[in-house]
């Protein structure tokens, strides 16, 4: 019997007990749906110390609650579900993508493949030889070399033939004629300044060496793709070595040059210079040189060159004015 009315007493007592420790810490009730209500206005609740910092809203004084309110936290932004793995960026991907405040002037795109420099060099070996043997005995030898260097200031050419000729073991002709020139161009000019000099050895000559400089200025009539016509005048001087006439020349100078591509596979090229001496014109040389190329193989760059140099002399001296050396010789470009 006193064990029943211990735990009838006891029971309010317990229930009572969690109301009564919320009410003294939040100043109401638990509410179904979150946060806390108040006792109704008339009764009487003791005032309080300020709401703790985490439920901002709370008034100061819950004696003058007069109906049940509410306080939440604040809402919190809902924030990103963290990525997995195999969502991560990629850390190569990320050193590529450029920097934002990078300017695209100051990005360099580089070429894996750089393309190579210009060939501004091209030219040509050529070699001709025949023979015979038996009733008649005869070696004839030819040996040429033609060099080019062209960039937009400027031109370089190189020419250089060499000729020796046996029949029954005597010389009948040996000679070799080196040509070179040198032309500067102007930017958007068809002219141009050239410097030019010629080497010339024949020992069936009166003189063993001739030698000639000579400058001036040039016009280029036709510079197509196919076609080029090159015209040319100044002034300069020759001495013909350990000749009769072993002094220095003045003479003027003209000449042309000309080249057309008559299809990717045959060219014709031509050159003349008359060069006069300035004091008598009556004594003048002459020098003509053409030639036909026709590609055989276009992979190692072989042709076939038929060519025809003739150069005349007005004061011979006792030797015929006009040689004349025609070939027909393999070509091997570079």
Known sequence: MIGRLLLVSLVPALLASPLALAQDIYGGYPYPYGGYYAEPADTAIPPMSPAPEWGPGFPADYGTLTAPQVHRLPAVEPTAPPLEQADWPDAGAAEAVPDADVAAADVKVVDPKPKPPPKIWEGNFELGLDGSEGNSQRFNFRFGVEAKRKTEDDVLKLDLDYHKNTSHLEETAHRTFLDWRYEWLFEESPWTWFAHGTVDYDEFKAFDVRV????????????????????????????????????????ATFGSEFEHQFSPRQKLTATVDYTPDVSDFRDFRLKTKAGWELLLDEKMNLSLKLSVLDRYDSTPHGAKANDVDYSVTLLWSF
């Open 212 to 251: 000639s400089i000579d400058t001036g200025l040039g016009y280029q009539f036709i510079d197509t793709d196919k076609t080029s016509f090159l015209g040319r005048c100044g002034g300069g001087w020759s001495r013909e070595v350990g000749g009769p006439d072993d002094d220095y020349v003045p003479e």
